[in-house]
């Protein structure tokens, strides 16, 4: 089969691999809808491989593509029968940690420190007509949705929602997404139906428009204006209740802190190379950290990323 | 699982979800896909089989 492989230096090129056969507890999925996520200009700008743009080493050529959705084609020595019939619609949580630690244990294989795969990253991912994985990653896809949108959600979407839940988004909050990246305009449309108030910020108009579409009810362009400064004055001078910054620029992430009122709730996800962003001790407190959305086996994801929440505390 | 709790959610809430996804390409337009999606001014784009 042939799959996509990041070469740095935005190159890519498809290459030949053999088909993927099921091992002991693993699945096959026949790829149906493979999603482009933003964490994929890493590996595709980088200088040197996928891997080694992330610090995880690994060797030789890896299939792209960490948002797999498609159905069930064979299934390894050791998976029941009923656990996922061929055929089945399925999405993926691309992380197979040691299975051991107490991060595995509750589903955060993401979070594992003794030796992750990462497909799509340094596990052959979805860019490809075939994909194996264990079979304890597979998500089931419900009737309703459509392979493009599980793909979507099996990244992406998912880390948006986890984030929100991270900071408890209600109706009662006005929410600011910094970044219209496929995380942040999820995170905007979630966002609105979970009955926030939504103000998108980005740099590119053609994005803010598309925010504008998905239920942002104010939309700021950072480019031209401060957008800590419009969020205070769209919230009567208090701050947003709720912030995620969804772009991993330095600059963003401390404006999203800073747009937060007393109390308020931020949430940290893209992937960033920096640690969180200081702010003065008075103004700002870590209460919870490490999360890659999308939760256990599904919560916060990436697992270099800091997807931090903090609590504003004090100003 | 966050996965499916999110899959259920957008169900049951009636997420536009299929608004997010602008571009849809073959396998074989992978060089086109990401020149294009490394200018960020998109929605997602997804391969499909």
Redesign the interface.
């Known amino acids: 089969m ?1 799959g ?1 492989v990041f070469l740095g230096g ?1 190159k ?1 090129e ?1 290459q030949e691999f053999p088909d993927p056969t099921p091992g002991p507890g693993e699945i096959v999925i ?7 996520c ?1 964490s ?2 890493h590996p ?2 980088a200088a040197g491989n996928a891997a080694a743009s992330l610090g995880l080493g690994g060797s030789g050529p890896v299939i792209a ?1 960490h ?1 797999p959705c ?1 159905v069930v084609e064979a299934a390894g020595p050791g998976v029941s029968a009923d656990f996922a019939p061929v055929g089945t619609r399925v ?1 993926n ?1 691309h992380y197979k940690g040691c299975g051991k630690c107490k991060h595995c244990r509750v ?1 955060w294989s993401q979070l594992c420190r003794h030796g992750i795969t990462v497909y799509g990253m340094t596990g052959h991912g979805a ?3 075939y994909m194996k994985a264990p079979a304890f990653t597979m ?4 009737d ?11 990244c ?3 880390t948006a ?2 984030a929100l ?1 991270r900071i408890d988004v209600s109706g009662r909050d006005t929410l600011a997404v910094f970044g219209q ?2 995380v942040g ?2 995170a905007t ?2 966002g609105h ?1 979970m009955g926030a108030r939504v103000i998108a910020v980005d740099v ?1 108009k ?2 803010l428009d ?1 925010a504008k ?2 239920g942002a009810d104010e939309v700021v362009n950072s480019q031209d204006t401060d957008p800590v400064k419009a969020i205070h004055d769209l919230t009567h001078g208090e701050g947003a209740e709720t912030t995620m910054d969804c772009t991993g620029v330095p600059e963003a992430r401390v404006a999203a802190v800073r747009s937060a009122g007393t109390w308020g709730r931020v949430a940290l996800v893209a992937r960033a190379a920096d640690p969180p962003p200081s702010t003065s001790a008075s103004t700002c407190c870590a209460v919870s950290s490490p999360s890659t ?7 916060w994801d990436r697992p270099s990323a800091h997807a931090s929440s903090w609590t504003r505390r004090s100003r | 699982m966050g996965q499916a709790e999110c899959a259920r959610f957008i169900v049951d809430k009636k997420v536009p979800l299929k608004k997010l996804l602008t571009h849809r390409f073959k396998l074989d337009e992978a060089e086109r896909a990401y020149k294009l999606f490394d200018t960020q001014t998109t929605g997602k784009g997804v391969f499909v089989f």
């Open positions: 042939r996509v935005r890519l498809i026949a790829i149906k809808a493979s999603g482009m933003g994929d200009l595709y700008r593509g948002e498609g999405m949580h589903g860019h490809a007509p998500v089931p896809l419900p309703e949705l459509s392979f493009e949108e599980g793909a979507a959600i099996s992406g979407t998912g929602h986890g839940k990246g496929p305009l999820s449309m979630l139906a590119s053609e994005r598309l579409e998905f959305p999308r939760g256990p086996s599904a919560p």
